[in-house]
């Protein structure tokens, strides 16, 4: 398919009005030559990722639905020159929604519980936006994510001088949405899965279930799904028990 922004033009009519079509490209579009009815070349502009993305402000939804592949560092320095949430997924940016109602008041529900449960622990609580960068096992270059809320059990050894958080978080919990869904229960649990996360909680406000995973040794090792009416139990951190019926409160 030849996108709005393309023109596929004959070698002939190319070499006629090299300026126009040098001119063309330059606003941000691409040319495709033919020959003999082949394509042959494809003619596209010069200008990076991070350009781009300033450049042409408006087609930054683009990022959401994949094929739009940039480096860490590309991604860093978007990130910190954009006002929008972001995260770097399989060396893809994707772009975060405002959450809903609900899905704030859930969040909302779970931080209290969790707060109460760690508050004479050294594992602090921690909810979005709050940057994390996770390492896959065997992958030099991180994935960067915003678990709606997670558990970190390391704080005191992982801030840096900066008061950016470097760990790995023991827990994170997802609150799904249509949008999410696909990437929370794929993406997302293959990253904590590799990256040495403990545990991950999937939680489906419309089904009001949690469907939990524990992890060791990069594998998933156990699985549970709970539904309202059930009590959620950690199987790493013990003695951690939420009714979902408090969890899923309005």
Known sequence: MVSDTTKVITATEFKKNLGKYLDY???DNEVVITKNGHKIVRITPYITAI???FTVREKALD????GKKVSYEEFIEIYEKSDLRMEYINGEIVLLDSPSVYHQVISG???ILLHEYFKSS???????PFDVHFYKQNYEIPDVMQPDLLVACDVEETVNEKDRYLGTPT??????SKSTRSKDMIDKLNIYRLSGVKEFWLVDPEKKTVLLYSFKDYEIDEYTSFSLGDSL???YFKGLELPLGAVFAK
């Open 25 to 27: 490209v330059a606003g």
């Open 51 to 53: 350009e781009r993305y």
């Open 63 to 66: 990022y959401r639905y994949g």
């Open 109 to 111: 529900n779970l931080y």
């Open 122 to 128: 050294k594992c602090r609580v921690f909810f979005a």
């Open 171 to 176: 827990l994170c919990i997802e609150i799904v």
């Open 233 to 235: 139990t950690s199987y």
